[in-house]
């Protein structure tokens, strides 16, 4: 087990995102942040803090629950269903980022992508993770992201966050030495 | 004539020694012939055939359930050499003619003695007097008359039976059930019925009806059986007639010695029997009643159905369970295992009583002179019920699988040997 | 849980997993999220040997909001014709591979028996068996009461629910007292004797014969249909001597507690079991009933098809 991401670099990445967002969207007039739970949601949160400090404005943070439009569910016993919340109630013409803490697959990300086509039309959807372990079996890629970390497909990264985890950091385990 | 020396069998009591079989009744020592056959019956028990005045054989009609063959290779299975049959058969035997049918089937088949019961009444409608002194005076011989499957409900036309068999020491063997408090009714009415929404059976609907008629028969001074007590109360009622001293007896089955209607909650229609299987202090009461003799006899009600009959919806199966192939061995678990009756004790109530209530002379006894109507149980094996393997044509045993002592060993029916265990 | 056959077939935590994924399907609902794929090429057959209209409906639209295929059975008036009809249903339906089956029937334990009896292989959800049970009613009206009086989270302790009308003959009475009881709700039945099963002591819960007596203290009532052709059996001597013991009505209703509803199943006999002023009145959720009947089979549907069969598990071992 090795760590990764401090909880500085956590920070710094989520603050520099932030900013990466801003920019691309020229401001948060019309940004819906989605995270998607467990940790992408207080990603989420955090960004949306963060965007509000720079831009001195108020933006809320939603979450986006895909449980129920995995293409895993059947290799799985039922999951429990987590909150969907939609800051202002509709995605419709917004520019919707979605943020997770692992990009890996794909697959969730297509599940979200379902999700959103369920719920309205967006102007633009984007993506946006805190790491991007690779492994892709999508043809999805990322708008933003927090740390690029090459790995091989035993290992397993895992995302600590203090609102559930007491600490703050990134860690990979699985490595052989 | 078959011989046999019977070598080393213990007997009810335990007494070790030899029997002799020869023109079909035991025999002196001195009266065998020489080449009579040996049979080593070391370690087995030698016991008066068993009696059984309460089965149903299904014929004539009911083919594919029961036959008098098949019924009678399932008695002598079972250790049973006389076992009586119930009317409720298509037609019903009602006259002198059906009761004659059937006992001449069991006659041809040889295997065990079959004694028809007729019906009380007209197609055991209840309503009319059926002829039961022509059924009386057939080869058939009648003595016990009952409408099993439905109650004598009518008090009058109980009471004009009663009277009525009197003239030849006739018995009427009462199935209590109060039909208005059982219209629909699948189990017995208690805290299970309420749980599964199976339509209940109350007690009261057997008892109501016993504690009538033991009053009739005390009224009218004649013999009345009460089939199948099972209920606490019902023993109750009994106890008390007896100490009165009202010509009553009364048998229980050896599913409601052992079975409550906690099964029920399977839903599996195999345990769906009439009267229902009761509560566990109904079936410690119903083992008291029989250990104290106010309950007479072991009689099995085996009431043997189509597969299709039982593998349906509870509602739509059929009431019964066979039982002659188990009842030893579920009666001798109950009753001796547990030190509630000796094993003579428990051989009077399904040999010795039995053939005294029907008064079926040729069975009870193994003394000289008596028929040679016996059997031969290995009281220290054990067996475990196989449905598939049991002679019955039906396959409704609430029993499979279950692993009981006493094994019956070979069957001899005046004289012959009609049943012989297949060694494993 | 492999099936839903009686609410004895979860426990406490099962049970309040079904209502919080009902409550989030049925939050999701709100905001405009009609339907989902995660049933897709998943078959569930309603198999209605009873009539009952509203309760098919109800499964039926939960089943397509989840994309799985439906396909309706009504197998009428072949109910109790002498045995054999169920079991030959259950093989035919396993011959065309049906995931789940939603069982309506008029005999008591149906359900346990398709389940039990290995007739088929599919997931079996109980929608009512003769007077046994009827879950996913219990579980809707569980949902509806921890909605209106708990917010939609936990359990239902400190609450007092009354039921009202024939116990006796009520698969919905069953289920609920059962279900209602595991989730730590008091539970009186209120009812005349002729309508109270023998043996309901072992049960745990009140009774009582007078509705005035309680209906002061109840946070929950709710109103049981009754079913005419009982009068014949001398359950009780007439329409008008039931409605004026155990009717609900406005008068009644006066008594209440502030924050207290009226609940019925369905279908109701207004002017018999409850006056259509109660019905239509503001402490009345019955309409909402049937919204949330939805919800709380999506729930049970997801729950128990959603994920993988046991066949499947076995094979698995993909990443995410």
Partial sequence: MSVILNSGEISRALRRISHEILERNHGSENLVLLGIP?????????????????????????????????????????????????????????????IDDVFYSGRTIRAALDALNEMGRPKSVQLAVLIDRGHRELPIRADFVGKNIPTAKEESVRVHLSEIDSVDEVIIEGRSL | MNSYRIKAASDSNGKVGDHFVSGG?????????????????????????????????????????????????????GGFTAISAMPNTLPVADTA??????????????????????????????????ELSAMNQSEAGVRIF????????????MRRALEYVKTFDGIIAQHAQDPRLTEDSQMNEGEVSARLGLKGWPAVAEEAVIARDVLLAEHVDSRLHICHVTTAGGVEIVRNAKRRGIMVTAEVTPHHLLLTDDLAESYNPVYKVNPPLRTRNDVQALREGLADGTIDIIATDHAPHPHESKDCEWDAAAFGMIGLETAFSISYQVMVETK???????????????????????????????????????????????????????????????????????????????YERKSK | MKHLLSINDLS???????????????????????????????????????????????????????????????????SLSKGESLKDTALTLQA??????????????????????????????????????????????????????????????????????????????????????????????????????????????????????????????????????????????????????????SERMEGMKDKAIVMHPGPMNRGLEISADSADSARSVIVEQVANGVSVRMAVLYLLLGGATFKELSSSGENL
């Avoid at chain 3, 905001?31 to 309760?55: I, Q």
């Fill in chain 2, 146 to 157: 009952s409408d099993d499957g439905y109650c004598v409900y009518d008090p009058l036309v």
């Fill in chain 2, 97 to 130: 003619g059906v009761v004659e049918q059937v006992y001449r089937l069991g006659k041809h088949h040889g295997i065990c003695d079959v004694y028809p019961i007729g019906a009380v009444t007209v197609g055991q409608r209840g309503q009319v007097l059926a």
């Fill in chain 2, 340 to 418: 509630l009756l000796t094993l003579a004790q428990l051989v009077d109530r399904l040999s010795k009583i039995p053939a005294q209530i029907g008064r079926y002379e040729d069975h009870g006894s193994i003394d000289e002179g008596m028929a040679a109507n016996f059997t031969l149980a290995d009281l220290g094996a054990r067996w475990q019920v196989e449905r598939s393997k049991l002679e019955s044509k039906s396959r409704n045993t609430p029993f499979d699988g279950l692993d009981l002592p006493g094994v019956i060993s070979k069957t001899f029916h005046n004289g012959v040997l009609v």
């Fill in chain 1, 38 to 98: 467990t940790r992408g949601a207080y990603l989420s949160q955090r960004i949306a803090v963060a965007i509000c400090e720079i831009e001195k404005t108020t933006l809320e943070s939603g979450t986006l629950d895909i449980t129920m439009y995995r293409d895993d569910l059947r290799l799985k016993t039922p999951r429990t269903l987590l909150p969907t919340t939609i800051p202002g109630g509709s995605i419709d013409g917004k520019d919707v980022v979605l």
């Fill in chain 3, 96 to 249: 065309m591979g049906a995931d789940a089956v939603v069982i309506r029937h008029s005999a008591s334990g149906a359900a346990h028996q398709l389940a039990k009896q290995e007739w088929m292989k599919g997931v079996v959800i109980n929608a009512g068996d003769g007077t046994h049970e009827h879950p996913t009613q219990a579980l809707l009206d569980a949902f509806t009461i921890r909605r209106h009086l708990k917010g939609s989270e936990g359990d239902l302790s400190g609450i007092k629910v009354g039921i009202v009308g024939d116990i006796l003959h009520s698969r919905v009475a069953r289920s609920n007292i059962l279900l209602l009881k595991k989730l730590g709700a008091e539970v009186v039945l209120i009812a005349p004797p002729t309508l109270i099963p023998v043996g309901v002591s072992q049960w745990g819960v009140d009774v009582s014969y007078s509705l005035d007596d309680q209906i002061k203290s109840l946070e929950v009532i709710i109103v049981l249909r009754v079913q005419k052709e009982r009068m014949n059996d001398l359950y009780f001597p007439t329409e008008r001597e039931y409605a004026r013991g155990y009717g609900l009505n």
């Fill in chain 3, 12 to 78: 406490k935590d099962e049970a309040i997993e079904i209502l919080d994924t009902a409550a989030e399907l049925a939050r999701l609902a709100e905001g405009a999220v009609k339907k989902f794929p995660t049933l897709r090429g998943r078959t569930v057959v309603n198999l209605f040997f009873e009539d009952s209209t509203r309760t098919r409906i109800s499964f039926e639209a939960a089943a397509k909001r989840l994309s799985a295929d439906v396909i309706n059975f009504a197998a009428k008036g072949s």
């Fill in chain 2, 25 to 77: 009744k035991f025999v002196k020592e001195g009266e065998l012939a020489n080449d009579a056959q040996v049979i080593d019956a070391k370690g087995l028990t030698i016991l008066p055939g068993f009696v059984d005045l309460h089965t149903h054989l299904r014929e004539p009609g009911k083919e594919d359930a029961e036959t008098v063959l098949t019924g009678s290779m399932a008695a002598a299975a």
